[in-house]
């Protein structure tokens, strides 16, 4: 696969379709988004087909409300990529988890993602390593792989987990053999730009920093939906902290913590430090939550209140998007400028998540 940067949202769709990525049904017929969508061309990071740079809606502009309709949310500027393609996937006769997995194979995929896929910081070695997760929520069939190198498609490496095995989660080494028998190709995910970072990160290295890298984003590309006939879903993909320890997981691929779905109640997904989402279960507590009636919201927010109380002086971000089985879509993050990508009713949109107050 070329690493150069693809023009425009034709040709990076295109781009999916000739990877295998995507189906050709959503480059044939009629577009399934209207053209005032807030998703446009114009509006990406130059060099990056999937990155939206246009300023956010305000939260109060947000669809929240129940819908009969597919309902589509995930996390950050590329939000609205995932969200535009899994309604495309959707419209072209395709299951909620193809949705999502395809929505989140294309940031994936985007080297100008540092926090995902190719192109994502590696750890202190300089080895990228990826987490991914994805679940359906009828049944709780889930797949999972962590610490996976040289395989850019960590969520469709998970869900040959869950398809094609009897277990739920797949590490390191065992992780990437079996994505080759899969089929998957292996390829170097590190990308100049990672490596010219690594290698600055080296050099300012001291005994003090324990390892942490302050600063350094960490934004997993997470999505929750539901199909309008019954189902929920979530799935997330990152490469995790940068420059963290070799062999470091996150809360991406552990069940109710980086993500969690129940038809019966919604689905959640979680971004920032992974480690504060696995202390609480997070995702899992905010879906029971739902389960219980609380709005999505409030349901993210308890959790994130919580932490708040336990745990003071955390300093980082942890941000949750939910939709419940209703249709209802929430989020709350502890830090400012979280931003959701958010699809229903044949449009998407990305919009600005309020702190905790």
Not at 84 to 89: D, K, L, T, Y
Not at 119 to 125: A, H, N, S
Request: one cysteine or more; aromatic letters at 4%.
């Amino acid at each position: 696969m070329d690493r150069a940067p693809l023009p425009d949202r034709r040709s990076f769709l295109a781009f999916l379709v000739a990877a295998g990525i995507l189906s050709p049904a959503v480059l044939a017929g009629e577009d399934p988004l209207p053209a005032g969508a807030a998703w446009q061309d114009e509006g990406r990071r130059p060099g990056s087909p999937t990155v939206w740079t246009a300023a956010p809606r305000p939260w109060s502009e947000a669809p929240l409300g129940p819908a009969p309709g597919p309902v589509l949310a995930a996390t950050w500027n590329w939000g609205p990529t995932v969200c535009e393609i899994g309604a495309r996937v959707l419209a072209g006769g395709g299951d909620l988890l193809d949705a999502l997995e395809q929505g989140i194979n294309a940031v994936e995929l985007d080297p100008a993602v540092s926090t995902v896929g190719l192109g994502g910081l590696p750890d202190e070695d300089g080895r990228v390593t990826l987490d991914a997760m994805i679940m359906r929520g009828s049944d709780l069939a889930t797949g999972a792989v962590a610490a996976l190198e040289d395989v850019p498609l960590a969520v469709s490496v998970a869900r040959r987990v869950m398809e094609r095995t009897r277990h739920v989660l797949l590490v390191g080494q065992g992780a990437r053999t079996f994505a080759l028998r899969c089929g998957f190709h292996p390829r170097e995910l590190l990308t100049d730009a990672g490596r010219a970072r690594w290698l600055a990160w080296r050099s300012s290295l001291s005994p003090r920093d324990n390892w942490v890298a302050p600063g350094e984003d960490h934004d997993t590309v997470g999505a929750v939906g539901l199909d309008g006939k019954g189902e929920a879903a979530c799935a997330v993909s990152t490469s995790g902290l940068a420059f963290k320890i070799h062999g470091r997981v996150g809360d991406s691929p552990i069940v109710g913590a980086g993500g969690y779905a129940d038809a019966a109640a919604g689905a959640a997904a979680a971004t920032g430090v992974g480690e504060e989402a696995i202390r609480l279960a997070a995702c899992h507590a905010v879906v029971e939550g739902m389960r219980a009636g609380l709005d999505p919201t409030e349901a993210v927010r308890r959790v994130l209140l919580r932490h708040r109380r336990v745990r003071p002086s955390f300093p980082g971000q942890l941000a949750i998007v939910a939709v419940r089985a209703d249709g209802r879509v929430g989020a709350s993050a502890l830090r400012p400028r979280f931003v959701v990508g958010i699809h229903r009713s044949g449009r998407t949109g990305l919009y600005e998540v309020p702190p905790l107050s």
